[in-house]
């Protein structure tokens, strides 16, 4: 058993820092704030998503930081320390910072047109299936593994701009990473990220008569692939100075991870269309740093 963390003799500036980072969030990641539930350790955690965005951040932070709390890796935590996960976790697992470069990524894999819009399909018409699940855990370090998972098959649609014409690309099921409690300014996160595209019509007929087809169901799910957001992960009106160092680039993405996934339909939302370049392949995090080079990431929960 530990003992509990010292009082914070700094608070005031501590919640100065707290209330210039929830500012940054409710403006530009407050994607998972707004959704009122996710999973943490392998429970559920709920929050009030009534009321002002701020009362519902706040609602969010202490029923995150609580969560953590509890787990026995994270239970010796300062206070502070659990909400500026709490922080991180929500740019995390935003559009704007991580979501925004996965589109970029399947642009550049799915060789797109400069004239297709591509997109996720977010939910529309009370489809739960289609809206993204989020998730952390808590590891020895301590380390988190946030993810968010998609159980809605065919998510992933280009609109031609012309003629409004979609079309199914593939499923988007998982994206991932791995952070420290504390991370350092200027962590630079990793992420992974399962994508299976949809094959031809004639490539699915030959696989249903071709004994390749047991073949690939026996190859089980797509690898995951890694992916480096175009920034480090600090909340700049909370952290001191810019991080200096240069942009990431990435190499496009290996052939051989193209796999069979299922067919979709549904009422459309766009969730995210930004694109960016293409990204390099997964990697295991190490304890207490930032993640190391691509040799495979961990697998995803279920």
């Not at 796999?259 to 295991?284: I, M, Q, W, Y």
């Amino acid at each position: 058993a530990c003992s509990p963390p010292p009082a914070d003799a700094a608070e005031p500036a501590a919640v100065a820092v707290r209330r210039l980072a929830a500012e940054e969030i409710l403006r530009r990641y407050a994607d998972l704030v707004r959704v009122g539930r996710m999973t943490v350790c392998g429970r559920e955690i709920v929050w009030d998503t009534s009321g002002a965005s701020s009362q519902q951040f706040d609602n969010f932070c202490n029923a995150f930081a609580a969560a953590l709390a509890a787990a026995p890796h994270t239970c010796c935590a300062s206070d502070a320390a659990l909400h500026r996960s709490a922080h991180l976790i929500c740019k995390a697992l935003s559009i704007n910072y991580v979501l925004s470069d996965v589109m970029g990524f399947l642009r550049l894999k799915l060789k797109a047109r400069a004239s297709d819009m591509y997109t996720v399909r977010a939910g529309g018409g009370g489809d739960c299936a289609l809206r993204p699940e989020y998730g952390v855990d808590v590891h020895p370090g301590p380390l988190l593994r946030a993810d968010m998972s998609w159980r809605s098959p065919g998510n992933v649609v280009s609109y031609d701009v012309a003629t409004a014409k979609m079309r199914v690309r593939g499923t988007l099921s998982h994206v991932e990473t791995w952070l420290p409690l504390a991370p350092h300014h200027g962590f630079w996160p990793e992420y992974g990220v399962r994508f299976e595209q949809r094959r031809s019509k004639a490539t699915r007929l030959v696989s249903k008569i071709s004994c390749v087809s047991a073949a690939r169901r026996g190859r089980g799910r797509a690898p995951l692939q890694a992916l480096k957001p175009q920034a480090p992960l600090d909340l700049q009106t909370a952290e001191a100075g810019p991080q200096a160092g240069p942009r990431s680039e990435f190499a496009a993405p290996d052939s051989e991870s193209d796999v069979s996934s299922s067919e979709g339909s549904g009422e459309d939302a766009s969730l995210l269309h930004r694109a960016s370049g293409g990204r390099t392949r997964a990697a295991p995090p190490r304890a207490g740093a930032a993640l190391g080079s691509a040799r495979g990431a961990r697998p995803d929960r279920g």
